[in-house]
């Protein structure tokens, strides 16, 4: 344990351990490297530092599997991205699956339980991301060194508040836990968690370095700007009361800081929108439109999650791995007709029977060959259902990524990009706040179609901007990024019968669901640990 010295939130088979090979400059003996080594000045605390970074990307000790900081869940499947698209993309319009791993096929269908093993493992890596995050700061803070550990010190803030944000909008009401304690943590409001989130942004934002001054893969204040735009977007449905103007003054702080909507067609294919999903993205001109991202590096940061899961897992049929850079698929992730009707206004060809298959717009990146539209079988059918080729292991020029053998990525993993926020503020004046304007909106979606279209044929006007059409643009920008779910709530699609996916609610047509899917449920094993909690309605 050394320096992480207790698991805040209380879960049970779960094991937290300090990450010794990013601290050690010199060989020290493993058992005597304490937290007075890893916060001995401003250098050690740095590498603490990229522990709270590394905790999300990455799963353990050893690699991508061994030593894993959670146990009781497959390492791969318990990395965080991996379980926000399962959590989130999975359970909606946006993907299916065809593995049958137990309560896998649940999420799709939309009947989980309390004890499932995916919303249980994101529960469990939250907490232990609060854990991280609450012992740096405690221990920085002790140094008050200068004014860089002063700025380490609220990224692991900002990073505490971002896995708030998560677990305010996956689980709602949850502890709050703030410091180093052995107690068994109360549990807050979802109020409560909001308004923490919040003044949390709020208090760092000029602790953080200005826009674009940290290395890449670290955030700025730009961060704090960003997910306060999302936060306030939200606010309604997590709190009741709408924060429509807050969420365009933050959204605007973050447009016109120092990030650019990515327009360099590195690969010259006549699309600048696939760069962002390159191996290539930290430097192909991607990045300048990443505000928070996951790193990965097919030598140096392996995992079975992130970009490895979304590259491997979206391979089968008559698919060529190699052309994504990669030692083969997985055979298991596909979407629904329900995305790629999405993108059907702009069909210019289809096949034999009918369906698209080419898109004027670029960010329709779909694989049709020997697929069907039409899903009649989810288990063990990669056929049915398109393949989505959005993420891939080859750089702008085709090559692949570093890991020789094929099996880890080197594709980072935007959580939050620019296009998020312009979208954000489009919405935000539809909904009625206060201080934007409808043909700047209008322009910044323009924007991100001008790049999608190669040109401005599929530009719109202000007349035609309005919420479904922002609802079904954040769909085809942002499919597979882990925002769905959070998306159709705010609109009330994704419990209600008013808008329907193959095999929601696990019928073939769809069907609604009870309201109380909305939020996930809390682990049932933590329910019975600690008596201070109560089980989310539905449970």
């Known amino acids: 344990m050394n320096y992480i010295k207790k698991l805040l939130f209380v879960i049970p088979t779960l094991i937290l351990v300090s990450c010794h090979d990013d601290l050690d400059q010199t060989p020290i003996d493993p058992d005597s490297f304490t937290e007075t080594n890893v916060f001995a000045n401003a250098d050690e605390a740095k590498g603490a530092l990229a522990k709270l970074y590394a905790s999300l990307a990455l799963t353990g000790q050893q690699g991508p599997s061994g030593q894993p900081d959670i146990t009781g869940i497959d390492e791969g499947t318990s990395q965080y991205s991996r379980l926000l698209f399962s ?37 469990y890596r939250l907490a232990q991301e609060v854990s991280f995050t609450n012992s740096f700061i405690e221990n920085a803070a002790l140094l008050n060194e200068n004014a860089e550990v002063e700025a380490y010190v609220a990224e692991a803030r900002f990073l505490r508040a971002f ?46 370095k200005e826009s674009g001054a940290n290395e890449y893969g670290r955030v700025d204040r730009v961060a704090a700007w960003a997910l306060l735009s999302k936060l306030y977007l939200n606010a309604e449905v997590f709190t009741g009361e709408d924060r429509y103007t807050d969420a365009i003054t933050f959204s605007n702080l973050a447009i016109n800081a120092s990030y650019s909507i990515n327009t360099n067609d590195a690969n010259g294919n006549g699309s600048a929108y696939d760069e962002l999903f390159l191996a290539d993205n ?47 698929g997985w055979s298991g992730l596909r979407t629904t007709k329900a995305l790629v009707n999405k993108f059907d206004y702009a069909v210019s060809n289809t096949d034999a029977d009918g369906n698209p298959i080419e898109w004027e717009d670029s960010r329709a990146l779909f694989y049709t060959d020997g697929q069907n539209l039409e899903i009649n079988t989810i288990a063990n059918t990669f056929t049915d259902g398109y393949a989505v080729t959005k ?19 080197d594709t980072d993993l935007p959580v939050i990009r620019l296009a998020e926020i312009y979208l954000n503020y489009a919405e935000a004046v539809l909904r009625g706040g206060s201080g934007g304007d409808l043909n700047t909106a209008t322009g910044y979606i323009n924007a991100l179609r001008a790049r999608a279209f190669g040109s401005t044929a ?51 047509s769809g069907t609604a669901v009870d309201d109380f899917r909305k939020l996930f449920p809390l682990p049932s094993n933590i329910i019975l640990i600690n008596p201070n909690l109560t089980q989310n309605t539905g449970y």
Do not use: C
Not at 287 to 314: C, K, M, P, W
């Open 391 to 409: 993420f891939k292991n080859v750089d702008a020029t085709g090559a692949a990524g570093v890991d020789e053998g094929g099996d880890f990525v």
């Open 87 to 123: 959590l989130n993309e999975l359970t909606t319009d946006h993907a299916v699956i065809g593995w049958g791993d137990p309560g896998l096929p649940n999420l799709h269908a939309m009947n989980w339980g309390a004890g499932n093993d995916f919303t249980t493992g994101m529960y």
């Open 282 to 328: 930290n430097s192909n001109g991607a990045q300048n439109e990443f505000i928070f991202a996951l790193n990965f590096d097919g030598n140096n940061s392996r995992t079975y999650g992130g970009t490895t899961f979304l590259v491997h897992a979206a391979i089968g049929g008559s698919m060529d791995a190699f052309n994504f850079g990669v030692n083969g």
């Open 458 to 508: 599929g530009n719109i006007s202000s007349g035609d901007l309005d919420l479904d059409f922002i609802l079904d643009e954040r769909a085809r920008e942002l499919y597979w990024e882990g925002q769905r779910r959070t998306d159709l709530i705010r609109f009330n699609d994704y419990t209600t019968g008013s808008y329907l996916w193959p095999f929601k609610g696990g019928s073939k």
């Open 163 to 208: 896995t708030y944000y998560n677990l305010l909008d996956l689980f709602g009401a949850v502890p709050l836990v703030t410091v180093v304690s052995t107690e068994l943590p109360e549990q807050s409001t979802r109020a409560e968690i909001f308004s923490f989130v919040e003044s949390e942004l709020l208090a760092i934002q000029d602790l953080l």
